[in-house]
């Protein structure tokens, strides 16, 4: 079964700081890895996929690194922003297709 | 383009009383997923749709919960009855192919009084 770690679970920076947001899965033989965000009592917005086959995955300020061999993904949120305040969670899609999630990582951007 | 739909947002209940949601996918989305998540948790899957077979329901407990797709389109996910313990949110979430990107509705949440 695949088990996916979200570490810190909480996170408090100042406005203008990079964030960086870890994720960790304990099968590799992953499809892909998708990034979500969940803003209190919403939805999940999707951020980001990043297919197994590449080592990252870039959109506006929002840059996802894979290293599947070692387990490991990495979202980058450059000069972070009160608006950016929200739960991120990473999913991961193994080859039979199940996509399993971690419990997230809570950020607040403080102005 | 309008994105994954459910209802409702929110519902309180009875114990032992029935409860039904449901989830309108996107147009063109083969797979529907409908996912559990309880507060501080990351989403649980319950059940995945390929058109209207369901291929994954192994976390579905299936005593009380019932899911249907009918025509491959909009989906239904009922419990009967309802226990304090389901009170959590009840995402629906849908995907082209079950190996591209998956996108959630707004969930429903459930009290369970």
């Known amino acids: 079964k695949q088990e996916v770690t979200q570490i810190p679970a909480a996170l408090s920076v100042p406005e203008g700081e990079n964030l960086v947001l870890n994720c960790s899965f304990t099968d590799s033989a992953i499809y892909n890895l998708q990034w979500f965000r969940q803003d209190p009592g919403k939805g999940l917005t999707s951020l980001l996929l990043i297919q197994s086959s590449q080592r990252e995955q870039t959109s506006g300020r929002l840059n996802a690194s894979l290293d599947k061999s070692s387990g490991r993904s990495t979202l980058y949120i450059a000069a972070s922003q009160p608006g950016d305040s929200a739960t991120y969670l990473c999913?991961?899609?193994?080859?039979?297709?199940?996509?399993?999630f971690g419990a997230g990582t809570t950020v607040t951007v403080r102005a | 383009e309008a994105g994954v739909v459910q209802s409702p947002r929110y519902k309180i209940i009875e114990k032992k009383q029935p409860v039904a949601f449901w989830c309108n996918p996107i147009?063109?989305?083969?797979?529907l997923y409908w996912y559990l998540q309880n507060l501080g948790q990351g989403p649980e899957l319950l059940i995945r749709y390929e058109n209207e077979e369901a291929v994954d329901d192994s976390q579905l407990p299936k005593d009380r919960f019932s899911a249907e797709r009918l025509k491959g389109v909009d989906s239904t996910l009922k419990i009967q009855p309802a226990e304090l313990g389901d009170s959590a949110v009840y995402l629906c979430a849908s995907s082209i192919t079950p190996n591209t990107e998956a996108f959630f509705g707004q969930g429903t949440r459930l009290t369970v009084v």
């Open positions: 147009s063109g989305h083969n797979t």
């Open positions: 999913a991961v899609r193994s080859n039979d297709y199940k996509l399993s």
